[in-house]
């Protein structure tokens, strides 16, 4: 399945029905008087969050959604059918927005939440309607209220617990793997991963987490550079960051300082969000760069460092707990 996190769409919900004019005429009934019936309710525009979508992808193949119009009146006073409502599914996560791409409509964050976005147009009004003490036969009837139209951009950003940031070859997806069941693209060359990816990490039968991993960052991605800063929105909603370094790269204070820089120019708050420093590759260095490197990046960023190998599986334990703990802390802060 194709990934895709952002789409534009058109939308149009129903008309309603339009009313009729009608006279009731049987026999022996000398003064029937007026029975057209009112137009039915046009069908709305509702979306709804679904668990088991995780893609817009369905968008590209299908961009325009119209309800139906609803029935015209009858006589006999009889009201038209009201329209179906046009639901459509949507992965959790998902962000409605204007044409204009920054008036936020409606965000869905909860499995099974519905928004109706556009309502059908009313039906309109029969002869009986107009009925009265001085009009006793009206030749009225009207038509039924049109609907709403308008195009819309969805955009997804992904729930995760925990977000996976870093450089390029920082060596996020061989976390990922190691950690979860997750099998991302792993190879030696940049930008292996061309879009996000998420991992369900179990520490105990009841302790379990969803880490997020994005394409690397390099310096000028909120100017669009490499793959630009784009996939960040899908760590927006984490508890916490975990900012892998390549410490068999070399100058890891610089590494860590680009990512930060990035984040920083992206905004969306996650330059304040909770950020656990993980130096990777430690089975590439000797003992003595991993300690120097790792003082230096603690240094520089005023925060612990933990040193880990995705490969050898070294200090990957230590650090998950350390994740899901800050993420626990995290939840039930918000909670309070």
Known sequence: MKFLDQ?????????????VIGFRREL????????????GRGGDIVFEAQSNLNTLIDFRYTQH????????????DRTGAGSDDVVIKIPIGTQVFAEDQATMLADLDRPGMRVTLLRGGDGGHGNAHFKSSVNRAPRKATKGYPGEERWI???LKLIADAGLVGLPNAGKSTFLAASSAARPKIADYPFTTLHPQLGVIRLSMSEEFVLADIPGLIEGAHEGAGLGDRFLGHVERCAVLLHLVDG??????????????????????????PELIGLNKVDAMTPREASSRAAALRKASGR???????????????????????IHGQRRDAAA
């Open 153 to 155: 951009w969805l955009r």
């Open 7 to 19: 789409c534009k769409i058109y939308l149009r919900s129903g008309d309603g029905g339009d009313g």
């Open 304 to 326: 612990p460092v933990m040193l880990l190998s995705g490969v050898t599986g070294q200090g990957v334990p230590e650090l998950l707990r350390a994740l899901q703990n800050t």
């Open 248 to 273: 068999a790269a070399g100058d890891v204070v610089r590494a860590w300082r680009t990512v930060r820089e990035e984040l920083t120019a992206y905004g969306g708050g996650l330059a304040e969000k």
């Open 28 to 39: 022996y009934i000398e003064f029937g008087g007026p029975d057209g019936g009112n137009g």
């Open 65 to 76: 959604f119209r309800a139906k119009k609803g029935g015209n009146g009858a006589g006999q």
